[in-house]
Nanobody
Framework: QVQLVESGGGLVQAGGSLKLSCAASGSIFSIHSMGWYRQAPGKQRELVATITSGGSTNFGDSVKGRFMISRDYAKKTVTLQMNSLKPEDTATYYC?????????WGQGAQVTVSS
């Protein structure tokens, strides 16, 4: 069993910053990638950012230049630093990880950006 637990998030004014962290636990023998997706009410889940074990990153177009992702795979953690937040960034953010050739999801963390 693999579990992902998110922390951080909350309410922030537009232009502000927030940080999300995610820690994986359980029987993890290999890590391919970890990252973040988000889903706003009435919308599909979309890519925010991912980072592979080799350090390659991939960002959604709407967050490029504003969000940064980092990982510490020895600790099995991934962090999303969100800057210059906009009201349209409001969503539930889900941590995702591909371990042991399977993909797992966290419960989600709410991020609300007020205008």
């Amino acid at each position: 069993q693999v579990q992902l637990v998110e922390s951080g998030g909350g309410l922030v004014q537009a232009g502000g910053s927030l940080k999300l962290s995610c820690a994986a636990s359980g029987s993890i023998f290999s890590i391919h990638s970890m990252g973040w997706y988000r889903q706003a009410p009435g919308k599909q889940r979309e890519l925010v950012a991912t980072i592979t074990s080799g350090g390659s990153t991939n960002f959604g177009d709407s967050v490029k230049g504003r969000f940064m992702i980092s990982r510490d795979y020895a600790k099995k953690t991934v962090t999303l630093q969100m800057n210059s937040l906009k009201p349209e960034d409001t969503a539930t953010y889900y941590c995702s990880g591909t371990f042991n050739f399977a993909t797992y999801w966290g419960q989600g963390a709410q991020v609300t950006v007020s205008s």
